[in-house]
């Protein structure tokens, strides 16, 4: 007869500290995962029941160029607002007439406000809407042109 007392194996042990030591950076990836997403999507409780349209962020040495997709809406239901920092859009799309078989698309209209990666001249900002395209142009405040200089 064996006195020992029956306890965990080796085995059982090693499984059971991978077990919690796999919660644990479960627990730390689901963290960051939320501030990634949360930062990424800030936006997002914001426009609740608002779409939130498709946006093209592109940087020249200039400007930076935004184009976000509205789809079905007026250029004159557009609410654009720009400051140094950030761009905001709130547009409301103009329904279909007759029965929809099938909607994708909120019936509150598309909301959307992002921070821009350097800072921009708000009084000199464009904007066109075409196809259902917003396009705005948005002047950097700082336009780095490197120059060549001759070392004499």
């Known amino acids: ?32 995962a ?5 930062e990424m999507t800030g936006d ?13 962020i592109i940087e020249t040495n200039q400007e930076i160029i ?4 509205l789809p079905g809406a007026s250029k004159e239901k557009i609410d654009l607002r ?13 329904p279909a007439e007759g029965k929809y078989l099938r909607r994708e698309t909120s019936p509150l209209g598309f ?7 350097v800072e921009i001249k708000p009084e000199q900002v464009k904007a066109t809407y075409e196809n259902g ?3 705005v142009r948005l ?10 200089v001759k070392v004499e």
């Open 44 to 56: 997002m409780a914001e426009a609740k029941g608002y779409d939130l349209p498709a946006v093209d």
């Open 1 to 32: 007869m064996n006195s020992e007392s029956p306890g965990p194996s080796d085995v059982e042990r090693k499984v059971g500290k991978a077990v919690v030591e796999a919660a644990r950076m479960s627990g730390q990836a689901s963290r960051a």
């Open 111 to 117: 909301k959307r406000d992002l921070k821009l990666p």
């Open 82 to 94: 720009v400051t140094e920092e950030s761009i905001y859009v709130d547009a409301k799309a103009t």
């Open 139 to 148: 002047p950097k405040l700082v336009v780095i042109n490197p120059t060549t």
């Open 66 to 69: 935004v184009r976000v997709a």
């Open 34 to 38: 939320k501030r990634i997403l949360s």
């Open 133 to 135: 395209i917003l396009e």
